[in-house]
């Protein structure tokens, strides 16, 4: 059975604010570029956005490829669930729980991103996690927290699990299921997982050498949550400010569809 047709995007953009638009824009980006990284897993992972001024948020219509999804086809719920606004689409129901979850607590979040990739659920099946080996590696660790395995986020009793291992951290590992990011702005979340994903990489790769790994120095980790606050200080948050417009041009030459 093949899905509805998405809304038409005047339809849409004809009733909701130019800021819920704005972030319907820069959320339909957001998948585009997790697809153009290969970070997707065909329908299945999510990213959602908090709809400014409201406790709804955004999230992808369950059926859709990430290179398909448009600022249009995004579904609208509010905390219970409940779709906000007529769309032919569902929402995944284990999208739900675990962004649900972050943004009921969460209120300093905009954007949740989740992502399955082959590097980093092979991190998260790690014992140690991730381990100190690398500059992107600093970043993760001084804002990091683990979250175990429960099997697929069905179970609404653990949501205060999954809020309670989270706490005010940026970076999540799910234990045997896959990386987590979340931050004030979609362009902040993006550049996070990007990290995270080139953390665990790189990790992967070392381990494959099969050498003894050099581990950055105590000292160095100890003071890493002050460096990587100078660092973003500067930067305005996570540096998203300054890569989310080049990421945008980039993704304008080559998939510019996200727009409608």
Not at 85 to 100: F, K, L, R, V
Not at 227 to 233: C, R
Request: overall charge negative.
């Amino acid at each position: 059975m093949s899905l509805a047709p998405a809304p038409s995007p005047q339809n849409v953009k004809a009733q909701v604010s130019a800021a819920e638009w704005q972030t319907r824009v820069d959320l339909a980006a957001c998948y585009r570029l997790v697809a153009m990284h290969g970070w997707d897993d065909l329908i299945f992972t999510h990213i959602s956005a908090k709809v400014p001024g409201t406790e709804d948020f955004l999230i992808n219509p369950y059926g859709l490829m990430f290179h398909e999804i448009t600022a249009s086809s995004l579904v609208k719920v509010d905390q219970a669930g409940n779709k906000q606004m007529d769309s032919p689409y569902e929402i995944n129901p284990a999208g739900y729980t675990i962004h649900s979850a972050i943004h009921e607590v969460r209120h300093d979040v905009t954007c949740v991103l989740h992502t399955h990739t082959a590097a980093g659920v092979a991190v998260c099946a790690q014992k140690q996690g991730v381990l100190p080996i690398s500059q992107q590696s600093l970043f993760v660790l001084s804002n990091l927290g683990y979250h175990a395995y429960e099997g697929v986020a069905l179970n609404h009793e653990e949501k205060a699990r999954l809020q309670a291992d989270l706490g005010q951290n940026n970076f999540l590992m799910l234990h045997n299921h896959g990386l987590l990011t979340c931050a004030g702005t979609i362009a902040d979340t993006f550049l996070m997982m990007f990290t995270f994903q080139r953390a665990c990489e790189i990790q992967v790769l070392a381990q494959s050498g099969g050498t003894e790994l050099i581990a950055i120095e105590p000292q160095i980790l100890a003071g890493a949550k002050a460096m990587v606050a100078a660092v973003t200080k500067s930067a305005q948050g996570m540096g998203g400010a300054l890569a989310w417009p080049a990421l945008l041009r980039k993704l304008d030459q080559q998939d510019p569809g996200y727009k409608s």
